[in-house]
């Protein structure tokens, strides 16, 4: 079964620094891969996917993450954090024929200071 | 256009208590997934489903039960509560290979 592993727990950035969070999985098939976001008291929202194409995925609010196939990474980055960005955050990998079946990571707390 | 709604919001059950935590969703998508989330987690896959009348198994299936009689609705039935189970439930549906969540049960159990 494949698992996904977000190396950092809790980041503490003050604001305009830059964010990197990591994500790595163990499957060595064809994947689809998100990064979700959960603020605090709402539920998870998709930030950036890949499925195919340019390995570089630009997402909302500022966010990109990258494809690395032969590290099984998705790395999401972001150059100059807000205090809004505040939040919990999930890197997720489905296989392709597995009826979309999602396996999430433990998520990242991310705290922004002002 | 409301998404996935769930109800309720919170819920405090005494062991061995059943209940169904609703879901229902107007995307008229046909796959739905029931995760729980405990704190320190991430999101473990209990059932799922890929239409109406199919259910299959996740990873955590232990105690829950589920059914899918139409498109909109996948409830989810605890039928002897247990406090391993306090945790908070999250529905979801999938449209272009895209999850959409609901805003999320959190249940204890006492």
């Known amino acids: 079964a494949q698992s996904v592993s977000q190396h950092n727990h809790h980041v503490i950035l003050s604001e305009a620094a830059s964010l990197e969070l990591g994500c790595n999985y163990s499957y060595g098939g064809t994947v689809n891969l998100f990064w979700y976001v959960q603020y605090p008291g709402q539920h998870l929202q998709l930030l950036l996917k890949?499925?195919?194409?340019?390995?570089l995925v630009k997402g909302i609010k500022g966010f990109e993450a990258e494809f690395i196939k032969s590290k099984f990474s998705f790395n999401l980055r972001k150059p100059s954090v807000q205090w809004s960005d505040t939040a919990e955050y999930f890197c997720a990998v489905t296989i392709n024929t597995n009826a979309g079946k999602s396996t999430f990571g433990d998520g990242t707390t991310l705290t922004v200071k002002p | 256009n409301a998404g996935v709604t769930q109800t309720p919001k919170f819920r405090i059950l005494k062991i061995g208590q059943s209940m169904t935590l609703q879901c229902t969703q107007d995307m008229n998508h046909n796959y739905m997934y029931w995760y729980r989330q405990d704190p320190g987690m991430g999101l473990k896959l209990i059932y799922y489903s890929v239409g109406a009348g199919i259910t299959d198994k996740g990873e955590v299936p232990n105690g829950y039960n589920v059914s899918r009689s139409t498109t909109e609705d996948f409830p989810l039935r605890l039928e002897l509560a247990a406090p391993s189970q306090t945790s908070v439930y999250f529905c979801?549906?999938?449209?272009?290979?895209?999850?959409?969540f609901g805003p999320g049960t959190r249940l204890t159990v006492l």
């Open positions: 890949y499925f195919s194409g340019d390995p």
């Open positions: 979801a549906t999938e449209g272009s290979d895209t999850q959409y």
